[in-house]
């Protein structure tokens, strides 16, 4: 039976891939997102000093290029670990009178007013990656994979990883505050329910505070407390180098592995030693292009953020905005797909 120290469910998901380019929107055909006019906008991660960031800026403005309009402004807190750090650079956005922000909120809640009197203003406000909660404020949510999938592919990994005698096993994450690494451990931790995964053993989940210093600590203290977990999962591409650099550093790897979400270009030497034997990822950039694509249409008016909406993104294809499963209120747009990376896959 299946061990955890809390328990948090997360509603069922319904997502849809890729939409079809051929349906509907409200007009007729997906609407083809086109340039021309130019946006002011800002971009506002957790924080700026992670490297998965860059890539998000760096799809932003391949999308900005081709739509022939203005790259974004990246802004952000160089601290992950506090959760009122964004609001500043969110009430500048709209004092200042952008058009839209491009948010990955991490302020546990603290961002609805901001975000609500920014849509009062006229601002679009688009999240990608970690959405605001409560949806108030909020256009649309760019989800770069399905929580509930999120959560089914940690648990595969894990019982793949720890094999059919399973094992003990923690869980270091990111910020406490973390909505989306939030949602991924709940929905991991329901589908460990089921009997398939009765011998894996969740013995306890840390924070690392997406501080690399933070989380090697972190790592180091579950290793030292549980001196028998035989795996450590990390949905944080900071948290996941920090542990394998910390095993790896303690000679633990040939009993304690580590796995989780992560780049494959800072695991290539991990999954050659074995010691991150595997690993899910996908691409920020194309995060970034797609949640800059839908911003630039729903801030120039081509396209609606109501559940139905069908549109075609650049290079990215079709998709459709629908209801978020994971939220009461709130919209979605999925991205996808995951990607498994392993010896033979290592991504790189």
């Not at 900005?64 to 807190?77: F, H, N, R, T």
């Not at 790897?253 to 074995?274: D, F, H, Q």
């Amino acid at each position: 039976m299946l061990t955890v120290l809390e328990t948090t469910t997360t509603p069922p998901s319904t997502a849809i891939s890729g939409a079809d380019t051929t349906s509907t929107t409200i007009e007729g055909d997906a609407h083809e997102i086109s340039g021309g006019a130019a946006i002011r906008s800002v971009l506002l991660p957790p924080c700026i000093n992670i490297s998965v960031y860059g890539e998000v800026r760096s799809g932003a403005e391949e999308a900005a290029a081709e739509l022939g309009s203005d790259p974004a402004e990246i802004v952000g807190p160089t601290d992950c670990g506090d959760t009122t750090a964004q609001i500043p650079f969110m009430t500048d956005a709209v004092t200042e009178g952008v058009d839209a922000i491009m948010l990955s909120d991490n302020s546990d809640g603290q961002m609805d007013a901001h975000a609500e009197t920014a849509a009062e203003a006229g601002i679009a406000v688009v999240t990608w990656d970690s959405p605001i909660l409560s949806g108030v404020g909020e256009s649309v949510f760019v989800a770069e994979v399905d929580f509930a999938e999120t959560g089914k592919v940690m648990a595969d990994m894990a019982a793949s990883i720890l094999g059919q005698d399973g094992g003990r096993f923690a869980i270091l994450s990111g910020t406490a505050d973390a909505v989306n690494q939030n949602a991924w451990i709940a929905a991991m931790k329901e589908v460990l329910e089921g009997p398939e995964y009765a011998n894996l053993v969740l013995v306890d989940t840390v924070y690392g505070n997406e501080d690399p210093d933070d989380s090697a600590r972190a790592a180091l203290g579950l290793v030292t407390s549980y001196p028998d977990i035989e795996l450590i999962m990390a949905p944080t591409s900071v948290g996941i180098v920090a542990a394998a650099q910390t095993v790896t550093r303690e000679g633990l790897c040939e009993n304690t592995k580590v796995s989780g979400l992560g780049l494959p270009v800072e695991l290539a030497a991990y999954v050659e030693s074995g010691c991150v034997p595997e690993f899910a990822w996908w691409s920020f950039t194309d995060l970034g292009y797609l949640t800059y694509q839908i911003t630039y249409g729903i801030a120039t008016g081509q396209i609606e953020a109501k559940e139905g909406t069908r549109f075609i993104a650049g290079r990215m294809g079709g998709y459709e905005i629908t209801a978020d499963p994971t939220r009461e209120a709130g919209l979605r747009v999925l991205m996808g797909p995951f990607g498994i990376y392993d010896a033979d896959n290592p991504g790189t």
